[in-house]
């Protein structure tokens, strides 16, 4: 049975509640049946992780296991090598499971699509939600380059009624803390429960990762 997909990729290095906000929002504002949740392997424009695979998957189950919705997904991490986001979406759009497919990402990672691998393919495959904070906008330029005027929707009804290549804004996504960040308060002994979830900082401290 086909069904509405989101896909929220990402390095989770570590998850933190902002991710598993912007799943649960995702799943909420399009009405999506399930979302994946998709560790990178090696990332194309960026540092490689600071913890092997095996514990951000560890460290994402952990994190989803409270919603049956939420999935995680292996599949960078088992392809191996550079992990570029149009051949996760392009392979999830040929198995022909899924009515829709939502790739879910952040304002800053929208300014920076036009540098991404094959990105004009990505608008072939799926439909974008950007979740943008306050006072986030599009770079004049990205909008001109991804024709944002034409794919520009104002409600899930809409971007589901098209097969792919829309976008949805949501603003105002106010969760305003970075894996970069979190690290830095693990490795400074911070308090860490706003951040991560209990199951996750006990697998942080028991593995003694980013100490």
């Known amino acids: 049975m086909s069904s509405r997909l989101g896909v929220l990729g990402g390095m989770f290095d570590p998850v933190h509640r902002g991710h598993i906000a912007a799943a ?18 090696q990332p194309n424009h960026r ?25 995680v997904d292996d599949c960078e991490i088992v392809r191996g090598g550079t992990s570029y986001s149009v051949e996760t979406l392009s392979a999830l759009s040929e198995s022909g499971s899924f009515e829709s497919i939502v790739f ?18 990505l608008f072939n495959f799926c439909h974008l939600m950007v979740l943008a904070r306050g006072g ?39 969760f305003d803390m970075s894996s970069t960040q979190i690290r830095n308060a693990i490795s400074t002994g911070n308090c ?20």
């Open 136 to 174: 986030q906008t599009v770079d004049p330029e990205v909008a001109r380059q991804i024709d944002l005027d034409s794919r520009l929707v104002a409600s899930s009804v809409e971007l589901q009624a098209a097969e792919h290549g829309k976008v949805f804004m949501h603003a105002d996504f106010d």
């Open 192 to 211: 860490l429960s706003q951040y991560l979830c209990d199951a996750v900082i006990d697998y942080i401290r028991n593995n003694k990762l980013y100490s």
């Open 24 to 41: 649960r929002l995702a799943l909420t504002a399009l009405q999506l049946d399930r979302i994946k949740l998709i560790p990178c392997n």
């Open 47 to 71: 540092d490689p992780a600071f913890v092997p695979a095996q514990h951000r998957l560890a460290m994402l189950r952990l994190a989803a296991s409270a919603d049956d919705q939420i999935e």
């Open 104 to 121: 879910v990402l952040g304002m800053d990672s929208l300014n920076t699509l036009p540098t991404w691998h094959q990105w004009q393919s």
